[in-house]
């Protein structure tokens, strides 16, 4: 609540406060696999996809306070967030999903909010995660690895959207544009960095 409605004193009350965290053990919950044909003119054959099954009472299903900060554009909430969690925690809290299979980077490429989709991909791009066949996060049956943000710019909900997808969408020019020109961006950030460091050294 304190998430939607902006209350960023309200949050560090909370995070002050030295309660434990709700839902901090985000492995525990169920995940079913559910297939999706597509009849598409290629002619493609049935995908599959890993959606969270969620309970009926379960206050997350419909996104995490995280979702809710990224759907509002609420830049320092969402920083804030991602600062109070740390490594493997951190990058739980970006992949996880709504009952739509919707991210947090999809509800800010909906809204259009570009600050909020840089600061995630930003936290994203020093990070690399296992994808299947499809492109898609599968740290199970995972064929290589590509940097997070990669991943999460290419990540499908339910309803196979991308973040790129529910930009164009909502007709968000500036987010989508943003996500269309990361990977590029990504990559000159990659060569400078490997300038400055054989410069360092």
Not at 176 to 198: G, M, S, V
């Amino acid at each position: 609540v304190a998430t939607w409605q902006g209350r960023k004193d309200e949050i560090d009350r909370i995070n002050g406060s030295g309660k434990p965290a709700p839902r901090t053990n985000l492995e525990g919950m169920p995940k079913v696999d559910k297939e999706i044909k597509l009849n598409g003119k290629a002619g493609r054959g049935k995908t599959k996809l890993v959606v969270t099954q969620f309970a009926k009472t379960d206050i997350f299903r419909f996104g995490t306070p995280l979702h809710k900060a990224a759907y509002r554009g609420e830049l320092e909430i969402v920083r804030e967030l991602i600062a109070s969690s740390s490594g493997a925690k951190a990058m739980q809290l970006l992949d996880e999903k709504t009952e739509a299979g919707n991210t947090p980077l999809h509800h800010a490429a909906f809204r259009g909010h570009t600050a909020v989709i840089e600061a995630l991909l930003d936290v994203m791009s020093d990070t690399e995660v296992s994808v299947n066949r499809q492109g898609q996060r599968d740290d199970v049956r995972g064929v290589k690895s590509i940097n997070a943000s990669l991943a999460a710019i290419q990540c499908r909900n339910l309803y196979l959207s991308t973040p790129l997808d529910k930009a164009r969408e909502a007709h968000q020019v500036a987010a989508a544009n943003l996500l269309d020109a990361w990977p590029a961006n990504l990559k000159r950030r990659a060569q400078k960095t490997d300038e400055i460091r054989r410069i360092v050294e």
